[in-house]
């Protein structure tokens, strides 16, 4: 078993109390948004319309079907890749290969879900099971977390994850101890990250679009537009697929219940909240209304891609004709960090270009409910949450460097205000 390492990490989300209460708290409201999105009142505070039995939540056929879908998408990833990218170097200074075949696994799944609609496969059934998959789901993710638990108890010291070996089994199993999990080249972690869990989103988004045209004739803007939306954000995060590579997830974060839990469940079942509360509340929306929310949700989107791109290709070279005019500080590291251009104006305006596309997700759904407001709210927290582990772990790696990007760049996601 390896020892735990060396100076261990602070801890995070509240120590092993807070891990515990979040694996209780995840869940139940996943479960809550589920209930409450086909509930006549649609309330986002206040109690659960009702509490499901097992009856409702347990059903082989959704543990099957689950199943199926991680395996399918276990077959598209190991399919020869366009490309194999090198990870970030290692605590051993070796670095891991990664298959680039995310886009594709996009592509083949929309083919097979296409002949499957064809061949009258009723994909519309699909929302009226979607207690029992959300179930499954995280049982998956609860067996596969403890799986993982176990096997890095075994793991050499040098394979663990910065933040997820405390000591405390609440709190390791939380965060995961392991940082890439791996049977042969098969990495669970970037699996899990990018594929099951959004192409999964996009497909019950689908399937919500389906059962609209089905009961109503056709789907409604509001539904087009939210899938529309959606799908753009998935295609684009497949398509760069590489660029997760260099995300706090991959590099800092092992592989446990929080990020198992996430990808699995809780990206596909609560990311599609806005589409499943389309379909039991249906909302008018004219021309000029969807028109503004395209133009929020293209600002958005322009800012994001604007500025994830900007870091990556200045990452991969500084000297890129793209971004070589770009004003640098030193760091003691030998690396630069960009103090014009997108990384100038506030220090996180990727975070400011999804915050912004995260409202235009939800204005489909008119005003009179906050419920489909909830992925704003959750992910503004998660974002300002996110934005100081980023701060802390940008301290330590660069210093006074990084008090003189703070002193230069004062705003951390939004300009004048935070
Ligand atoms: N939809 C969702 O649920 C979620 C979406 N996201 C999105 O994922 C994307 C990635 O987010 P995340 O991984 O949190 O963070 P970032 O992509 O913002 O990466 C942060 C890292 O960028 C580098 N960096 C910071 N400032 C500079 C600078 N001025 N110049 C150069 N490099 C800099 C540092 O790493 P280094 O110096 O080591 O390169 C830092 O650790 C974001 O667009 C976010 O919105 C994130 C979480 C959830
Ligand atoms: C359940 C908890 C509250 C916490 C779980 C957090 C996870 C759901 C998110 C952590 C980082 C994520 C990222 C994306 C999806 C959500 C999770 C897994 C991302 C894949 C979405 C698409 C983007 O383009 C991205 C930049 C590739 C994202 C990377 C981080």
Same mark, same amino acid.
Request: glycine share 8%; hydrophobic share 50%; proline share 8%.
């Given at each position: 078993?390896?020892?735990?390492?060396?100076?261990?990490?602070?801890?995070?989300?509240?120590?092993?109390?807070?891990?515990?209460?979040?694996?209780?708290?995840?869940?139940? =409201?996943?479960?809550?948004?589920?209930?409450?999105?086909?509930?006549?009142?649609?309330?986002?505070?206040?109690?659960?319309?009702?509490?499901?039995?097992?009856?409702?939540?347990?059903?082989?056929?959704?543990?099957?079907?689950?199943?199926?879908?991680?395996?399918?998408?276990?077959?598209?990833?190991?399919?020869?890749?366009?490309?194999?990218?090198?990870?970030?170097?290692?605590?051993?200074?070796?670095?891991?290969?990664?298959?680039?075949?995310?886009?594709?696994?996009?592509?083949?799944?929309?083919?097979?879900?296409?002949?499957?609609?064809?061949?009258?496969?009723?994909?519309?059934?699909?929302?009226?099971?979607?207690?029992?998959?959300?179930?499954?789901?995280?049982?998956?993710? !609860?067996?596969?977390?403890?799986?993982?638990?176990?096997?890095?108890?075994?793991?050499?010291?040098?394979?663990?994850?910065?933040?997820?070996?405390?000591?405390?089994?609440?709190?390791?199993?939380?965060?995961?101890?392991?940082?890439?999990?791996?049977?042969?080249?098969?990495?669970?972690?970037?699996?899990?990250?990018?594929?099951?869990?959004?192409?999964?989103?996009?497909?019950?988004?689908?399937?919500?679009?389906?059962?609209?045209?089905?009961?109503?004739?056709?789907?409604?803007?509001?539904?087009?537009?939210?899938?529309?939306?959606?799908?753009?954000?998935?295609?684009?995060?497949?398509?760069?697929?590489?660029?997760?590579? =260099?995300?706090?997830?991959?590099?800092?974060?092992?592989?446990?219940?929080?990020?198992?839990?996430?990808?699995?469940?809780?990206?596909?079942?609560?990311?599609?909240?806005?589409?499943?509360?389309?379909?039991?509340?249906?909302?008018?929306?004219?021309?000029?209304?969807?028109?503004?929310?395209?133009?929020?949700?293209?600002?958005?989107?322009?800012? !994001?891609?604007?500025?994830?791109?900007?870091?990556?290709?200045?990452?991969?070279?500084?000297?890129?004709?793209?971004?070589?005019?770009?004003?640098?500080?030193? =760091?003691?590291?030998?690396?630069?960090?960009?103090?014009?251009?997108?990384?100038?104006?506030?220090?996180?305006?990727?975070?400011?270009?999804?915050?912004?596309?995260?409202?235009?997700?939800?204005?489909?759904?008119?005003?009179?409910?906050?419920?489909?407001?909830?992925?704003?709210?959750?992910? =503004?927290?998660?974002?300002?949450?996110?934005?100081?582990?980023?701060?802390?772990?940008?301290?330590?790696?660069?210093?006074?460097?990084?008090?003189?990007?703070?002193?230069?760049?004062?705003?951390?996601?939004?300009?004048?205000?935070?």
């Amino acid at each position: 078993m390896a020892p735990p390492q060396g100076p261990r990490a602070p801890l995070e989300f509240g120590g092993p109390l807070g891990a515990a209460a979040l694996m209780l708290l995840l869940p139940a =409201t996943m479960f809550h948004l589920l209930l409450a999105a086909r509930s006549g009142p649609a309330r986002l505070l206040g109690p659960p319309p009702y509490l499901p039995g097992l009856e409702m939540l347990w059903s082989p056929w959704a543990l099957f079907l689950c199943l199926a879908w991680l395996g399918l998408q276990a077959a598209l990833y190991l399919l020869p890749a366009r490309k194999v990218a090198e990870g970030q170097e290692l605590k051993d200074k070796r670095r891991l290969l990664y298959p680039i075949n995310g886009f594709q696994a996009l592509v083949l799944t929309a083919l097979l879900v296409g002949l499957g609609v064809l061949a009258r496969l009723p994909l519309g059934a699909l929302p009226e099971m979607l207690l029992p998959l959300a179930f499954s789901a995280t049982l998956i993710a !609860f067996v596969g977390s403890l799986l993982l638990y176990l096997k890095a108890l075994v793991a050499p010291a040098s394979a663990l994850a910065p933040g997820g070996n405390s000591g405390n089994p609440v709190y390791d199993f939380f965060l995961g101890r392991e940082l890439n999990p791996r049977i042969c080249s098969f990495d669970f972690k970037y699996f899990c990250e990018l594929r099951p869990g959004l192409i999964g989103w996009v497909l019950i988004n689908l399937a919500l679009l389906m059962q609209e045209a089905e009961l109503r004739g056709s789907p409604s803007l509001a539904m087009w537009l939210v899938n529309g939306f959606q799908l753009l954000y998935v295609g684009d995060a497949l398509w760069h697929e590489e660029a997760v590579l =260099t995300t706090m997830d991959i590099i800092h974060d092992g592989f446990g219940f929080m990020l198992a839990f996430g990808d699995l469940a809780w990206v596909p079942f609560t990311y599609s909240l806005q589409a499943q509360f389309l379909l039991y509340h249906p909302q008018p929306l004219g021309l000029p209304g969807a028109s503004v929310i395209c133009l929020i949700n293209a600002v958005g989107y322009y800012i !994001f891609r604007g500025a994830n791109s900007q870091k990556n290709t200045f990452r991969k070279n500084p000297s890129d004709p793209r971004v070589a005019d770009l004003e640098t500080i030193p =760091t003691a590291t030998g690396r630069q960090l960009l103090v014009s251009g997108w990384w100038g104006m506030v220090r996180h305006p990727n975070y400011l270009g999804d915050l912004i596309m995260a409202l235009a997700w939800s204005l489909p759904c008119g005003v009179s409910h906050l419920l489909p407001y909830f992925y704003l709210l959750y992910f =503004t927290a998660l974002l300002v949450h996110r934005e100081a582990r980023d701060e802390q772990q940008c301290l330590q790696k660069y210093g006074l460097a990084w008090h003189e990007y703070c002193r230069r760049v004062p705003y951390r996601i939004m300009p004048y205000v935070y």
